[in-house]
């Protein structure tokens, strides 16, 4: 298990010179890395020269070369017997101030330590599915280790694309870039990388992997190393290449007031289809699915779509099989995005079961509640597979309040600069049973909920638990809180907490700020080895 907290990119640092070597006062490291067998146990109780040893670990520098790193370990006290014994201490046996890892070597010491190097944790700030049109795309990676240096947490990141008949191309990132969201008015430290996607297939559903070069450790590949993918815990991701633009665009668009189904038309020029506007968005995204069936072959398949929202507010009614997609998610937005807080979608107070398709990005719209308790967004989830975006939404619970099951069955949840109404937080994030929910927020206000497995950049953010797997949500594996703000004055539950194993993946606390303004507030872990 590893827990890497930091307030700050420089922290954790090693020593990256060689200092001259000695001869270890330790004949060996045990096997938990952490005990050693001291060479002459009495000095060590009397001798007033410092007690430490240089250890060379694996690593990488900043071109992704493997090298060897020193760092320097200390012996610190003489271990005791283990109880009821402990009054006494063992016969030659000392503690180190750090862990030694398997492969570490030390002059003149035998390493018996099985104890792994920490692994990095990286989060994408990139969503999954993403629909690229353009040769040049950029990719972005949020990263955080045990032993940061040179004020970068990592030596170096290799980001890689491949499509599915082998092509790849790649480009290696040895410094960081940062980030602003409008929506929390923080930014993000990350590795961000422009790859050129000239020489993949057009049309291709690519892969996008990265190894992560620690400065101590061996190098962590994300396709290898990490959760199978779909799975709202770190993976690969996958998206379109759309770069000759072959794919197809087709438009559809939705007007309560002017709309009609009978004579809408869905088109592949946004003029064309806001001059024929539907009256509900399910007639829509049906038109989207024949036009990219009589264009593009692709049957019963609504995916790469665009519905447009004129502004006003639109009553959402079930569309799954309407909006079917295969690769890409069927998209719907405002047609005016500077019309975001006029342009509404909403439940219209009656429950929405099982209604949206099992890939769907929302963007540039306020999804309001209509009634006290109703299901609104909901695809009837079972696993990771499904997948919800929201991207610069406002969420506004119209004076209804919170409830659990509002955005329901949905999968993987994935929000971008978004942000509440205040004072109006409809927890559309939080946990409902056991069901298929699993928050990812990246730059949002206030919108991560009660089962956020991720969250970079975000504000307004009352807590944090690391939660079991329970149901058809998995294990929360290699979680990555980076540069958000805690802020809750509640005097009972603990703002940032842990009540199930951290997991030899481990868990990143990286540049938060954590606020607690009301009585006995706590930031505790409940964590089992």
């Known amino acids: 298990m590893q827990m890497t907290l930091g307030l700050g990119m420089k922290l954790g640092q090693t020593i990256a010179g060689s200092p001259p070597l000695k001869i270890s006062p330790v004949t060996e490291i045990l096997a938990d890395g952490w005990q050693a067998e001291h060479r002459d146990i009495p000095s060590f109780s009397t001798t007033s020269e410092a007690r430490n040893v240089t250890v060379n670990r694996r690593g990488f520098d900043t071109a992704a070369t493997a090298v060897s790193r020193a760092s320097v370990v200390q012996f610190t006290s003489r271990v005791r017997q283990p109880y009821p014994d402990h009054s006494n201490f063992t016969d030659k046996t000392v503690a180190c101030s750090d862990f030694v890892y398997a492969g570490d070597t030390i002059n003149g010491a035998i390493n018996h330590s099985t104890r792994p190097a920490p692994r990095p944790i990286a989060m994408w700030l990139n969503h999954d599915r993403e629909r690229v049109e353009d040769d040049a795309h950029i990719l972005r990676l949020a990263v955080a280790h045990a032993y940061a240096q040179q004020g970068q947490p990592v030596a170096a990141v290799r980001f890689i694309v491949r499509d599915t008949l082998g092509n790849e191309a790649s480009q290696l990132v040895s ?270 206000k206030s919108c991560a909920g009660t089962i956020t497995y991720q969250a970079l950049g975000c504000s307004g953010l009352d807590e944090f638990t690391l939660r079991a797997p329970i149901g058809n949500r998995p294990a929360m594996t290699g979680t990555f809180l980076g540069w958000n703000t805690f802020s809750n004055g509640s005097a009972t539950n603990a703002i940032v907490s842990a009540s199930a194993e951290i997991g030899a993946r481990g868990f990143a606390f990286v540049g938060n700020i954590v606020e607690s303004w009301g009585e006995l507030h706590k930031c505790s872990a409940a964590i089992e080895r």
């Open 175 to 444: 410094s960081q870039s940062s980030l602003g969201f409008d929506a929390s008015g923080l930014h993000v430290s990350h590795y961000a990388a422009t790859v050129d996607l000239s020489g993949l297939a057009q049309g291709d559903l690519l892969t996008v992997d990265a190894t992560i070069y620690p400065w101590v450790g061996d190098a962590f590949s994300i396709s290898a190393d990490t959760d199978e993918y779909p799975s709202p815990n770190l993976t690969t991701l996958r998206m379109l290449n759309d770069t000759s633009g072959g794919y197809g665009a087709c438009y559809a668009q939705v007007d309560g007031t002017t709309g009609d189904d009978a004579t809408g038309q869905a088109a592949s020029a946004r003029a064309d289809a806001i001059a024929a506007p539907f009256a509900t968005i399910a007639a829509a995204a049906n038109a989207i699915k024949e036009f990219n069936a009589a264009h593009f072959g692709r049957v019963d398949d609504a995916g790469g779509g665009t519905i447009l929202l004129a502004e006003g507010s639109h009553i959402l009614t079930p569309f799954k099989a309407a909006g079917r997609s295969a690769q890409l998610p069927l998209c719907i937005r405002a047609e005016d995005p500077f019309k975001r807080d006029t342009t509404i979608l909403t439940d219209g107070g009656v429950n929405r079961f099982n209604g949206i398709p099992t890939h769907l990005k929302i963007c540039d719209v306020t999804l309001q509640k209509g009634g006290a308790n109703t299901v609104f967004l909901d695809s009837g989830a079972d696993s990771a597979g499904n997948l919800l975006i929201t991207k610069n939404c406002l969420w506004d619970a119209n004076g209804f309040g919170s409830y659990g099951a509002w955005v329901y069955r949905v999968g993987r949840f994935v929000q971008i600069n978004c942000s509440v109404v205040p004072n109006e937080d409809p927890r559309q994030g939080n946990s409902f049973s056991t069901e298929a929910i699993m928050v990812t927020a990246i730059g949002c």
